[in-house]
């Protein structure tokens, strides 16, 4: 696995010799990572802060955020660095809206007019590009109020809610930061104890912060289809009942490859014997722990 740093869109090195690194790929949401290695001098001016660190098998990209030197009990020190994907450009920018729109229209205006085309010219991000949207966001109808909200909060309920995923492209060669909205694939993949491609399965559900009915400003509610002990009302945001299941995939199982026949953002199912469920769902989380001995994965969907 390669990760090469870069300055803005200049190639600096080529990390390599680190204790491990944990690389967290989000579908809705920022990714982020951490790695740790011996301190070196040259490796500190390498991890500077703002650089970018590019993992080649996944196309992703973060940007430096965080820098750590520990020194150990046995005098060992150590270098730790953070930082987010490059979807944490988006928390840059805020913006206000209320009105009706369809989500692919949305998107393509808070996009453009607070990084690519912006009225205050200090607001233009260079080199900010927007792929394409998918078509199928024309067909879905908002109406919405936000103020003084940040772009990237407004961007990943949205999509959350229609699962679709989002992500900032790293195109070093075209010298181009590129918004992508996309959709994951249906894939074959099951994952089960059975199947023995899973080594930790983990099942949370959580009723307490539920809430369906939002009282309005004007008094009103958002809607009335619940009653009695069903209905829970709120004043800020309606808040679906929190269920997720994590899981331990062994990488080395020949059956349903990652990045081969499953990633994030698609549609795999997995089975829980124990508790009779079958579940087929987007990944909307992975998490890469790779340290000398080999690479973890943990798979997260909701």
């Avoid at 200090?122 to 900010?128: A, E, G, L, Q, S």
């Avoid at 209905?231 to 081969?260: G, H, M, P, W």
Wanted: charged residues 25%.
């Amino acid at each position: 696995m390669d990760f090469y740093i870069f300055k803005d869109f200049e190639l600096l090195g080529v990390l390599t010799g680190f204790n491990f690194i944990n690389w967290s790929r989000s579908y809705n949401n920022v990714g982020s990572f951490e790695v740790e290695l011996i301190f070196s001098n040259e490796y500190f001016e390498l991890l500077n802060i703002g650089n970018y660190i590019y993992k080649k098998d996944t196309n992703e990209t973060c940007i430096i955020l965080e820098r750590y030197v520990h020194t150990t009990e046995n005098g060992e020190v150590i270098l730790i660095v953070k930082g987010n994907s490059l979807s944490h450009f988006l928390s840059y920018r805020i913006f206000s809206y209320t009105g009706n729109i369809s989500l692919y229209d949305f998107i393509n205006k808070i996009i453009n007019e607070n990084f690519i085309n912006p009225t205050i010219s200090n607001r233009k991000i260079d080199n900010f590009k927007i792929k394409s949207l998918p078509e199928d966001l024309k067909h879905i109808n908002l109406s919405l109020d936000y103020k003084n909200e940040e772009v990237l909060k407004a961007i990943s309920e949205q999509l959350e809610i229609v699962n679709f995923g989002f992500k900032i492209n790293f195109l070093f060669k075209e010298q181009i930061f590129e918004f992508e909205v996309y959709e994951g694939n249906k894939s074959n993949a099951i994952f089960s104890f059975e199947f023995n491609n899973i080594s930790e399965q983990e099942y949370y559900e959580d009723l307490e912060n539920e809430k369906n009915i939002t009282i309005l400003e004007n008094g009103g509610y958002s809607n009335n289809n619940f009653k009695g002990l069903e209905r829970k009302e709120t004043a800020s945001e309606i808040k679906k009942l929190d269920k997720n299941i994590e899981f331990v995939i062994i990488d080395s199982s020949e059956q349903y490859k990652y990045l081969l026949d499953w990633d994030l953002g698609d549609i795999v199912t997995t089975r829980n014997s124990l508790l009779n469920m079958w579940f087929e769902k987007n990944i909307v989380g992975i998490e890469e722990f790779t340290e000398p001995t080999g690479k973890y994965l943990t798979v997260i969907f909701n």
